[in-house]
């Protein structure tokens, strides 16, 4: 670059700084105000100016020039980042007398009469939750919600969204964190399908998916591509003194700065001031333009909040009020039964294709088959079809007025449908014998063991799992590292490229841990979560495979269903065959003295937890906790290390200062975890 020889002259840095402000500016008057002042030809002719200047001296480009909202180069993974504040999740609500006895609850709490109480109401956007930090007035870094305590870095996307702003006013604070929704419009929605769909891409089921999809995109270029949107609702980190004194001052304090915010925001008051809200927004939804799934009300005094706090991880001073479920009427064709991973019998409706709530549904679940026969649903019915939010769309109940007189109640099948085996009842369960015999269970058996929270193995998908069966190259999930190239790269659609993919995928999967090898065997009643406690617990794949019934109830949360499972399941034949071939194909994972040197700090310590904590519930602390190598009891002793104390702590609070153990607040957990916590 010529840049180290000519350092940019007095002119040239004018010049520059003259047009990020400008382009800035215009920004602003087009996505905040939709108001623009110049053409795009003049809007183009700015950037280019700018974009050149800053080839030439690329020293003068700063992480907040609009030239960077083009997108950055592709990242191999997001980093992560721990959110500094917790982000916490809302509590819900669906009636008004939901939202009567919220009020009340801050009544009781408070003290203050509920008719003078203010609440700040605002449309609840159907996006994702992300952070922004600005330091300096730069943008530094924007992350994802993620579990609420860590998320994803997404800074280069982030800055590709033409509403947010690269940089604010000085007199922001020097350090401030501002929350808000990504989300996408209806009609950007509409467009960006309508171009996967044109160039033989995957469309997205939902706005909401597709504002994730474009935000979690590893190339940020792409996500400059996509028609995003932001609206503030909130902050994070914020200097206590210069936080307004309220919650509409604050939207009213990020508008100023240059973040966009709605315009449906109220203040409102009492009860029925929400009431009244919900009645206008509800009444608008349709014309807004973008998916909102309910109202959020937050008392607007950021005192009275504090006073409120937290209870497990939603705020005592917020509510979502959500929306009813969308429905739709439309036509029965066929009823499928399909066979799960555990064999279980589901009904399936296939529908003539459906709007609801904006997506178009072509499939409802009909839960079991003591439902289908109570609602007696028949092949051919007109049916009124549920979708809320996320959950998969349900068959609510036939029209029966309009039902063709010829049309016969279905009839459960007396054996399984994929495989003849006998069926089990099981209160409203009806399950497949079958076991790995039946190719139903061996195919889901296989898609869980290689999906995400399992095994990881990135390119194996359902449909390449379906293939690799169909094409008889695998046929239980040991199969799969017996896979090679050339028998790979023989099959349709498949080239060396994405068989050489595949094959390091499978092989990167291979060095694991034991908490998702135990979750992939897919051993029944053990999700995720147990999958964890076994391995916490035993920390040796040999001891819980012999482990009996009565050893495996000392693990907590494991009764007798779950262990009479765990014991069954090491009990098959060909289960103990199948796990000894993955071992001897080199699966493997960190031997509990490795996984010590990590990050054991609590090693030993016993830990007694009383009280409600703010900001996580008790078991999320008690797996913090043990995670670290501690242990956590229900009974305070003499041998107790610490007790943690939350609002309102019990008799073990007491029982602690007697014995003289060392009390901690919620604050002192978090430090001792590492974590940062509220205030
Ligand atoms: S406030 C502790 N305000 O809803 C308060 N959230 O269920 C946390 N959301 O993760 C959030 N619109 O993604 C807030 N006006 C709004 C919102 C909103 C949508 C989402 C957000 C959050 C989720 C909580």
């Not at 279905?410 to 409203?428: K, M, R, T, Y």
């Not at 051993?523 to 009565?550: C, N, P, Y």
Request: hydrophobic share 40%; net charge negative; with cysteine.
């Amino acid at each position: 670059m010529t840049s180290d020889r000519h350092p940019p002259d007095k002119k040239s840095i004018e010049r520059v700084d003259q047009l990020k402000t400008e382009i800035e500016a215009h920004n602003r008057r087009y996505y905040q105000f939709d108001d623009p002042v110049v053409s795009d030809a003049e809007y183009d002719a700015l950037m280019t100016e700018l974009l050149s200047l800053e080839s030439q001296f690329p020293q003068l480009q700063t992480a907040d020039s609009p030239t960077q909202r083009v997108g950055a180069a592709p990242l191999d993974a997001f980093s992560k980042v721990q959110h500094e504040v917790p982000m916490l999740s809302l509590g819900n609500g669906f009636s008004d007398q939901d939202i009567e006895a919220f009020i009340k609850r801050i009544e009781q709490r408070t003290d203050i009469d509920a008719s003078a109480l203010e609440f700040v109401a605002e449309p609840k956007l159907d996006g994702l939750a992300v952070s922004l930090i600005y330091d300096n007035g730069t943008l530094v870094q924007a992350s994802t919600r993620g579990d609420g305590f860590n998320g994803e870095d997404v800074t280069a996307n982030i800055r590709t969204i033409g509403s947010i702003p690269l940089s604010v006013p000085a007199s922001t604070p020097s350090r401030f964190e501002v929350r808000g929704e990504v989300f996408i419009s209806n009609q950007g929605f509409a467009q960006l399908n309508q171009n996967a769909q044109n160039n033989g891409e995957k469309v997205f089921a939902n706005p909401r998916n597709a504002a994730a999809g474009s935000l979690r995109q590893l190339d940020s270029s792409i996500t400059a591509k996509r028609p995003l949107l932001f609206y503030a609702y909130g902050y994070g980190v914020f200097p206590e003194q210069l936080l307004p004194e309220t919650q509409f001052e604050l939207i009213q304090s990020l508008r100023d700065w240059g973040f966009p915010v709605s315009s449906e925001i109220q203040l409102v008051e009492g009860l029925q001031g929400c009431l009244d809200y919900y009645q206008e927004l509800e009444a608008k939804r349709a014309t807004l333009g973008f998916d909102i799934d309910g109202i959020v009300y937050k008392v607007n005094q950021f005192d009275l909040q504090k006073q409120l706090g937290f209870v497990s991880r939603a705020p005592r001073w917020a509510i979502a009020r959500k929306f009813p479920a969308e429905q739709a009427t439309t036509q029965l064709l066929s009823i499928d039964v399909q066979v799960g991973r555990t064999g279980a019998l589901t009904p399936v409706a296939r529908l003539q294709p459906v709007t609801v709530g904006g997506v178009v549904v072509t499939n409802a679940t009909l839960h079991n088959f003591q439902e289908l026969q109570q609602k007696d649903i028949r092949e051919g019915d007109q049916v009124v079809i549920r979708r809320a939010g996320d959950v998969i769309p349900e068959v609510v109940h036939s029209i029966v007025e309009s039902r063709d007189p010829s049309a016969i109640p279905f009839i459960a099948p007396q054996h399984c449908p994929e495989c003849e085996s006998d069926l089990e009842h099981e209160q409203v369960v009806i399950r497949c014998t079958g076991g790995l015999y039946c190719p139903a269970q061996r195919r889901e058996a296989i898609k869980h063991f290689a999906s995400r929270k399992a095994m990881d193995i990135d390119g194996l998908g359902d449909k390449i799992v379906i293939q690799l069966i169909e094409s008889g190259l695998i046929s239980t999930i040991a199969d799969i590292y017996t896979l090679e190239l050339d028998q790979l790269s023989k099959l349709p659609r498949f080239g060396v490229k994405s068989a050489t993919n595949l094959l390091a995928a499978i092989e990167s999967s291979k060095t694991t841990t034991l908490p998702r090898f135990l979750y992939a065997l897919g051993i029944r009643e053990v999700g995720e979560t147990t999958a964890k406690r076994l391995a916490d617990h035993f920390a040796d794949l040999q001891l819980i495979m012999q482990s009996d019934e009565q050893a495996l109830e000392q693990v907590d949360d494991i009764g007798p269903v779950v262990a009479h499972h765990i014991v069954l399941f090491f009990q098959q034949e060909h289960n103990l065959r199948v796990i000894q071939q993955l071992l001897d194909s080199g699966i493997h994972w960190p031997q509990p003295d490795q996984i010590e040197t990590v990050s054991q700090l609590l090693q030993g310590k016993r830990f007694v937890l009383t009280g409600t904590l703010q900001t996580m519930t008790r078991d999320q602390a008690k797996q913090a906790l043990q995670d670290q190598g501690a242990t956590v009891s229900g009974s305070v002793s003499a041998k107790t290390d610490f007790v943690v104390a939350g609002d309102d702590p019990g008799s073990k609070y007491k029982k602690a200062q007697q014995l003289g153990v060392q009390v901690l607040t919620e604050q002192e957990l978090f430090d001792m975890l590492g974590v940062k916590n509220q205030e």
